[in-house]
């Protein structure tokens, strides 16, 4: 009896998700096709959160890391309805569902070493073979549910609304024949009523229906996943590769260090002497000071792993050579910033000649981020309860869904400006391939520039109108767009 029972709260359960995920579909296909992203992504992320959290039934919250990342996750969806710059839509795109996959593994989950690579087949397990070994299930909730149907006696109440419905059928159709005889107005909208049928399209109706499906089939798929779990999956897997002899560390780390010194005293020669050292034959310090900024940001990103990788596997049986290990990988973290800079300082030299490009800007907020981390693991080197990856995670989360807040492109569109009025050269065309954000500053490049730039600005200008006209959905709401409206109309 009390299996039955269990089996019953089940299938209720089955069937509120399978109506929960097909709504979800439904507004899936309402918020997003044939429209501009806006609002309607958070409002759709928010429904999701809300559709998971009720269906594993979370009572409590315990401390997990992914209730944490429920912020990140608000704020990059929220993006999309203050920014427009379409990489960042691209990434958050496709950052926040993989940031809410990891976060209902963590809540449910709470234990789940998320510093882990095996975190990441973690993920794919269960956004994937996980949900489509639930995809029948939908299919036989619905037939269980048809079987205890058919095996539970009818009570009486049931009886009783049955009989109502059979007596008031006929009584309804009476009814209506008379009320449409009184009333022309009635008697027309009820005897137009199938027009509605025949004024649906099929060959719209059977996509978006496929859509609606396939949405709520996946949804359904992953959180019922979660109702199926007997237990926490909890993992602590032990490094078995901690085999890194630290003299053959030791000796790495040496020439890498004498060979960043070589570098570093080239650097301040060359480059931090402002060019009044002499350049080898061939080379100008403008030519000197364009070139290599990529490629000392690509060297960072190296020492970066070999700075990890060798805190993990370096052997620790002997207290000296690890602390000699430990002061060589300080002084490598230091040449690193030291290349941090040396690429900073190169990159504003170009800017200040060549213009800002979001591709520029970027690297500079990615070397920050840089400089951040090389900090974290200075103090991880020297102080081992420091959790070095949790710390670079939990930090470039958190810069990335900051930046997202920085009006890159408007900043973009400032700076060139003010190259512009010192100058007199500006390339229009790529400003005019910004983001909404760089709009008002178009607009005061126009009033102060020459014939060209305010004939290609008023064309991207008229362009910017025409998307805007297009969009009629309030599902497509976005501050910057509705700023620009406004100003548009206003100049």
């Avoid at 401390?63 to 929220?78: D, E, H, N, R, V």
């Avoid at 890194?244 to 010194?261: D, E, F, K, M, R």
Wanted: proline share 2%; net charge positive; hydrophobic share 50%.
């Amino acid at each position: 009896m009390e299996e039955n029972k269990n089996l019953e709260a089940k299938t209720k359960d089955g069937l509120y998700c399978i109506l929960l995920s097909l709504l979800l579909g439904f507004a899936f296909d309402r918020l997003f096709i044939d429209k501009e992203l806006g609002i309607s992504f958070f409002i759709f992320i928010g429904l999701c959160i809300i559709f998971f959290l009720w269906t594993v039934k979370v009572r409590s919250i315990e401390k997990s890391f992914g209730w944490f990342l429920l912020i990140p996750i608000a704020l990059l969806s929220f993006s999309f309805t203050v920014h427009t710059n379409q990489v960042f839509n691209f990434f958050n795109f496709l950052a926040v569902p993989i940031l809410m996959i990891a976060s209902s593994i963590l809540i449910v989950n709470p234990k789940l070493s998320w510093d882990k690579a095996s975190f990441i087949g973690d993920m794919l397990r269960r956004a994937v073979a996980k949900m489509f070994d639930n995809i029948p299930k939908p299919f036989s909730i619905l037939k269980a549910s048809i079987k205890i149907r058919k095996t539970t006696e009818m009570k009486e109440g049931k009886k009783q609304i049955l009989i109502g419905i059979l007596i008031s059928l006929p009584l309804l159709v009476i009814l209506i024949v008379l009320l449409s005889s009184a009333d022309m107005v009635f008697g027309y909208y009820f005897s137009n009523l199938t027009e509605v049928f025949n004024n649906i399209d099929t060959g719209e109706l059977i996509p978006h229906t496929i859509i609606v499906l396939v949405v709520a089939f996946y949804l359904f798929g992953y959180v019922w996943s979660f109702k199926d779990e007997k237990k926490p999956i909890e993992k602590s897997l032990k490094s078995t590769a901690e085999n890194w002899g630290s003299i053959t560390v030791i000796t790495v780390l040496i020439a890498l260090n004498i060979l960043y010194l070589i570098f570093t005293m080239i650097q301040f020669s060359y480059l931090y002497g402002g060019g009044k050292l002499a350049l080898p034959a061939g080379f100008t310090y403008a030519d000197y000071a364009r070139r290599g900024f990529f490629e000392l940001a690509a060297v960072t990103v190296i020492n970066f792993v070999i700075v990890l990788s060798c805190l993990k596997y370096i052997k620790k049986d002997n207290t000296k050579t690890l602390k000699l290990a430990n002061l060589l990988l300080t002084v490598l973290v230091i040449f690193t910033l030291n290349m941090l800079f040396s690429a900073n300082f190169k990159l504003t030299l170009y800017e200040a000649a060549f213009g800002y490009t979001f591709l520029r800007v970027s690297v500079h907020l990615f070397m920050l981020l840089l400089f951040i981390l090389c900090l974290v693991i200075v103090a991880g080197i020297w102080y081992k309860n420091i959790p070095i990856m949790k710390s670079i995670i939990v930090i470039t989360i958190s810069m990335y869904t900051v930046i997202n807040y920085l009006n890159i492109d408007g900043f973009i569109a400032e700076k060139n400006m003010e190259i512009y009025n010192q100058t007199g050269k500006v390339d229009v065309n790529y400003l005019t391939s910004l983001s909404f954000e760089a709009v008002p500053y178009l607009i005061e490049l126009r009033d102060k520039g020459n014939d060209n730039i305010k004939s290609v600005i008023n064309g991207n200008l008229k362009f910017r109108n025409e998307v805007l006209d297009r969009e009629k959905s309030w599902t497509e709401f976005n501050f910057s767009k509705n700023k620009v409206r406004k100003l548009l109309k206003s100049s």
